[in-house]
């Protein structure tokens, strides 16, 4: 989130990217700058987490981004507030789990509701609550005394428009993870708009993200630049900026399921990709006399989800910290 300079701020005004830097490195995703009000503009990178190069940071790849002409016009000059990072769930129509549970229903991004190919959630989030909302008022009406299976949910979801514009948009994801950003751009193209997303096939992808990572002996480490502390900067300074807080002397809420991988696996095999994926510098290789040794400064976490999603491995066992901590993002 940046305060940039108002002769340069143009209240509503939507950049979206796709592509480059990821591109130039295998990798796959998106970009976008909003400009809101009070001269503030959010800025971001959306990197797919199935990319193969286990040298790749996205978060390198952001202050990369920030330097492309057409974005650096507007934040030249401007001041940095805050810095975030999240897992956005976008695996849209062809992901959505069973929605109830005895209990409970699973709505919005958790359910995974974000239309991808428009980069808009909050709708789709609104109606699922909405959806919920009815299914419940009717089960109570019905005398339901609760710990239920809402299944009814299920239909009302189908029946509405929300599925209709989630099933529309089901192969964008999978047209750029099978096609690449050109190919697949110009199938979106078409099937948005000369078929109105009215394919009568599905494209799926079924490989998982961390599955995709190659051994580091295929690649050369990627040399970013240093960041020049106005315009790009490191990863510990932009951490401080999310006002992540954690309560002091709690069991470290990432936990590895088997210590001895994260040197015998990552380390030798993939160069410790963790190091680079995670946005906030949570995973450091410490050298020591004995050999490397991973450290974890969880208290840094921004709770992105990443590493639970890419560990080549599956070896972390994510759970909540104690006490509500995490980061604290105003306006973000
Ligand atoms: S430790 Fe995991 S959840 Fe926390 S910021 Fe890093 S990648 Fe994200």
């Excluded at 009815?134 to 929300?162: H, I, M």
Aim: charge should be neutral; proline fraction near 6%.
């Amino acid at each position: 989130l940046w305060e940039i300079d108002p002769a340069k701020h143009r209240p509503g005004l939507v950049v979206h990217g796709a592509g480059w830097p990821l591109s130039e490195h295998g990798a796959t995703g998106g970009s976008f700058l909003y400009h809101l009000d009070d001269r503030q503009v959010v800025v971001g990178l959306i990197a797919d987490l199935n990319y193969a190069n286990p040298y790749l940071s996205p978060f390198e790849e952001f202050q990369r981004f920030k330097r492309q002409s057409e974005i650096r016009k507007y934040l030249d000059g401007g001041k940095r507030l805050c810095y975030g990072a999240r897992a956005i769930t976008k695996g849209g129509f062809n992901s959505l789990p069973k929605q109830s549970f005895p209990g409970g229903l699973l709505l919005g991004c958790d359910a995974g509701t974000l239309n991808f190919a428009k980069i808009k959630g909050i709708h789709t989030a609104m109606k699922s609550g909405m959806l919920a909302a009815e299914t419940v008022a009717a089960a109570l009406q019905a005398g339901d005394q609760g710990r239920s299976d809402l299944v009814g949910y299920a239909a009302a979801f189908r029946e509405s428009w929300l599925y209709s514009e989630l099933h529309q948009a089901r192969n964008f994801g999978p047209a750029l993870h099978k096609f690449g950003t050109f190919l697949g751009g110009a199938f979106n193209w078409i099937q948005h708009n000369l078929c109105g997303g009215r394919m009568f096939f599905t494209l799926k992808d079924r490989s998982s993200d961390h599955g995709q990572l190659a051994p580091a002996s295929r690649f050369q480490p990627i040399e970013y630049e240093r960041p020049d502390g106005k315009l790009t900067f490191d990863r510990l300074s932009s951490v401080f900026m999310s006002n992540t807080a954690h309560e002091e002397e709690q069991p470290v809420h990432l936990q590895l399921l088997d210590s001895s991988k994260a040197i015998a696996i990552n380390y030798r095999e993939y160069a410790s990709p963790e190091q680079r994926y995670c946005p906030a510098g949570v995973y450091e290789i410490v050298e020591e006399e004995a050999g490397p040794r991973l450290q974890i400064n969880a208290s840094n976490c921004l709770h992105c989800k990443t590493c639970d999603i890419k560990d080549p491995t599956q070896n972390i066992r994510w759970v909540a910290p104690e006490g509500g901590g995490g980061p604290n993002y105003p306006n973000m």
